[in-house]
T-cell receptor
Framework: GAGVSQTPSNKVTEKGKYVELRCDPISGHTALYWYRQSLGQGPEFLIYFQGTGAADDSGLPNDRFFAVRPEGSVSTLKIQRTERGDSAVYLC???????????FGEGSWLTVV | KQEVTQIPAALSVPEGENLVLNCSFTDSAIYNLQWFRQDPGKGLTSLLLIQSSQREQTSGRLNASLDKSSGRSTLYIAASQPGDSATYLCAVNYGGSQGNLIFGKGTKLSVKP
């Protein structure tokens, strides 16, 4: 596609529920990143994929968060047993392998009530 | 702890003014530094990337400088326009992994016509 696409754009869920957020990177980009941005804060790194494998998952806050990229293209961020503190914008980005320019999607706004 | 600080948090200027946004980081051993722009409800757009071996980068009316020894970077915007109104974010890569960026909270710029 022309840019990084994220779905859903908005998600409201109840505390304790399971949520999946999807990211479709720019075609040909082997590197994919997930960030989380809370109101009034800068984005916070979560995980980085190179191809199908997670090259760096040091930013995942706890074991309720998990991400996959089974075919090296689309990625899904999965959040189990959601908590109100998980409410944020989840940003996905992609780049060429070794590329310094990172292209961001518009984010998925998650609200946990 | 590696931190990135941006001052001021918000800035309002009349159209046509030249302005400087500031970014400071706690650890001078950086790999590179990037400036991003974020419009309300949108993802981030990369503006300028400065490698650790470089002192500055320029793109159009934008100039970013890097002084590793003092832990500072500045983004200079010449002849500001209302379309420049956005939040500007500074992000540092300490070389942990590609895309593992540490962001500041941003400076919200408003350019009045």
């Amino acid at each position: 596609g022309a840019g990084v696409s994220q779905t859903p754009s908005n998600k409201v869920t109840e505390k304790g529920k399971y949520v999946e957020l999807r990211c479709d990177p720019i075609s040909g980009h082997t590197a994919l990143y997930w960030y989380r941005q809370s109101l009034g804060q800068g984005p916070e790194f979560l995980i980085y994929f190179q191809g199908t494998g997670a090259a760096d998952d040091s930013g995942l806050p706890n074991d309720r968060f998990f991400a996959v990229r089974p075919e090296g293209s689309v990625s899904t961020l999965k959040i189990q047993r959601t908590e109100r503190g998980d409410s944020a914008v989840y940003l996905c980005a992609s780049s060429l392998a070794g590329g310094n320019t990172i292209y961001f999607g518009e984010g998925s706004w998650l609200t946990v009530v | 702890k590696q931190e990135v600080t941006q001052i001021p948090a918000a800035l309002s200027v009349p159209e046509g003014e030249n302005l400087v946004l500031n970014c400071s980081f706690t650890d001078s051993a950086i790999y590179n530094l990037q400036w991003f722009r974020q419009d309300p409800g949108k993802g981030l757009t990369s503006l300028l990337l400065i490698q650790s071996s470089q002192r500055e980068q320029t793109s159009g009316r934008l100039n970013a400088s890097l002084d590793k020894s003092s832990g500072r970077s500045t983004l200079y915007i010449a002849a500001s326009q209302p379309g420049d109104s956005a939040t500007y974010l500074c992000a540092v890569n300490y070389g942990g992994s590609q895309g593992n960026l540490i962001f500041g909270k941003g400076t919200k710029l408003s350019v009045k016509p």
